[in-house]
């Protein structure tokens, strides 16, 4: 069972108040709830790592088998034996002045058994002086013998960061050299830059790319806008996974009033409507979250759900797409909310419609998930915490 200390999370808020909502803003989140992991059908909490950092993202080496997290600060770690094996420390290149900044995702080359390179994603070093803004860089780095080189580390892209909060950054590979890159809107609140709805921008985007012979390259082609831009109005996407069908399920974390997850087309194009739109809703600074304004407009692609500021909710924290598991018997959509600590589990309802189940609570401060090498369920807090959900042996014993 794990236990969340309230003086604890009221020390680390102090720290890192507005983490995750927008600077020069006077909005005030909710509280993160200090409540014990309280989960439905039979599951339970079991804390494999205390540690320190942030741990907020995983993958499995495809050559290994083994899982591999990344720490904001930018240390690179192997779960092995039960223990937690450093592979690199990037803390010399990454940027940590403010807490949406640092190392930020990584992805396996397609061709890692033979190339051992490693794509990152993160915040490059900068200024705690001043504005603190920092450039998002992408890169490549060889891995040898299960230890990060950084003597091999190559810039392949970088984009101008306006502001330091905001910066996205999560990698998703799809496969045959391709991969998908988040990037938020550059910051501030109410989207200053209208960075959103600019569609040659890479700010508030999903970008689609092609990484071979050590180049990135856009998949697409098109003359009016830019290539490497598969989806724009996003504010600041924070995790996203492909389910079936080729769909892309998109966390994108809200201002005012309203947190979202948006289901599109993996290669269709498509504008999610921030900062016009926040949820279903039109967008005003200042605007009430009570009665607000929804116009109809075919521009936009609206959400498939939304969730607001209530219950001690803050910020939205994407998941991954689960197939049948203890958390489902169907699949679906996991994520959690920051401040609360509440999951749930997005799955087909009737009528082609989504359906949320609301899973239980965890504690709050919840930066991601992650699948073990053998189908394990992870959740990574801000403290450092890494927890598996599992299913009672009570419940297991059931199970015909």
Known sequence: MRVTIPILILLILSLFA????????????????????????????????????????????PLTNELWIIYLSGMVKIWQD????????LSEIVNRCHTEQGLLGFAFDANYNSSKQLLLSYVEKGSCEGANTADLVLASVVVTD???NLDTLTVLKTVEQPYRNHNGGHLLGLGNGKYLWGIGDGGGANDPEKNGQNSENLLGTIVYFQYSNGEVNPVMN????????????????????????????????????????????????????WSEKEGFSDFSEGGSCEGGVVSENNEYTDPV?????NNGNCSI????WIENTIISDHGGYLFGDFCSGSLWILSNGVNHTWKETYLGNVGGLIVGFGEGANGELLVFFWTGEIIQITQSAAADSNIV
């Open 146 to 148: 299960d230890v990060i």
């Open 305 to 309: 759900f939304v969730y607001g500021h």
């Open 82 to 89: 039960d223990e937690l094996i450093q592979a690199g420390d």
């Open 222 to 273: 098109s003359e009016n806008e830019n290539s490497y831009i598969l989806h724009y109005g996003l504010r600041n996407p924070w995790k996203f996974d492909v389910g079936p069908n080729e769909q892309l399920w998109i966390a994108d974390v809200g201002q005012n009033c309203w947190e979202e997850i948006n289901l599109v087309n993996l290669v269709n194009k498509s504008n999610l409507g």
């Open 18 to 61: 507005g983490c995750f909502s927008d600077d020069g803003d006077d909005f005030d989140w909710a509280d993160p709830q200090t409540t014990d992991c309280n989960l439905a059908n039979d599951l339970t909490c079991t804390t494999l790592f205390a540690g320190t950092g942030t741990p907020h993202h995983s993958e499995v080496n």
């Open 317 to 320: 924290t994407g998941g991954f």
